[in-house]
């Protein structure tokens, strides 16, 4: 495992304190490892290519060269409750820097932390977190893949990349440019603010908003209307019968899927 200068990466706001390395198993991995050694908050593991890449639930993410690979550690305090609310800040910040480098895409959030376009996934969110003792959380690690040169033909969903969607000019490099300072606003307006105000711009993105959609919770599957976000980050859903029901972990499904 070889790791260059932040030299070889685009100018960062100073709150990163940046790695690359050219091939590695997994950039959470690393930044979980500094995590444990004390590193503070900011630092950033970018890579050109994961060998042991992981989404949700321990699926594999397709980690070829060509894409966006990247852990950020930080350090928040709240609650593991709160703190995964940075799922949502994470997802309105790749949909800004997309816009940003992509004005004419239409970029959508899909519960709890996707983000997609046209229907199609173009990036995986993965937090991992250690409790303190006591409560709270010592560290979280929030991993990033966003597909940019190529995405998963066999992952079992419908996948895009930007230069499937015509975005030819944009590399790994240049989209974390524009994702870094979002990332870095968002996470300010969450810590001064709360999830309120981050709450209200993830809604005005979400796919699917007030029309229905396939929930599954556990073995539990169902179709519901979806609703809205509760101050948590919870999904609410109306049920046939009229009943709002609160999911606070689980899948959905869109219609085409």
């Not at 999830?195 to 993830?202: D, E, G, I, Q, T």
Request: aromatic fraction near 6%.
């Amino acid at each position: 495992m070889s790791t260059h200068s932040p030299a070889q990466l685009p100018d960062l706001p100073a709150f990163f304190t940046a790695h690359y390395y050219e091939t590695i198993t997994s950039t959470n991995d690393v930044a979980k490892d500094k995590a444990r050694a004390g590193a503070p908050a900011g630092n950033l593991i970018v890579a050109g290519e994961q060998r042991a890449g992981r989404g949700r639930t321990g699926r594999e993410w397709t980690s070829k060269p060509g894409n966006l690979y990247m852990s950020l550690l930080l350090r928040p305090p709240g609650h593991a409750g709160e703190v995964a609310q940075i799922s949502f800040l994470a997802a309105q910040a790749l949909s800004d820097a997309i816009l940003q480098i992509a004005p004419n895409l239409e970029p959508q959030h899909k519960w709890p932390n996707d983000v997609l376009i046209g229907g199609a996934k173009i990036s995986g969110i993965l937090l991992e977190s250690a409790a303190r003792a006591g409560g709270g959380v010592e560290w979280l690690v929030l991993g990033m893949g966003v597909n940019v040169a190529h995405h998963p033909q066999d992952a079992g969903q419908s996948t895009t990349s930007l230069h499937t969607l015509g975005i030819r000019k944009s590399t790994p490099h240049s989209l974390l440019a524009a994702l870094a300072p979002r990332l870095l606003h968002w996470l300010d307006v969450w810590q001064q603010q709360g999830f309120a105000p981050l709450r209200m711009a993830w809604l005005q993105r979400a796919q699917k908003l007030n029309e229905q959609i396939r929930v599954r919770v556990g073995g539990e599957e169902f179709v519901a209307t979806f609703r809205d976000l509760d101050g948590n980050g919870n999904l609410i859903v109306e049920l046939p019968d009229g009943s709002m029901r609160s999911i606070a972990a689980g899948e959905i499904f869109l219609p085409h899927n």
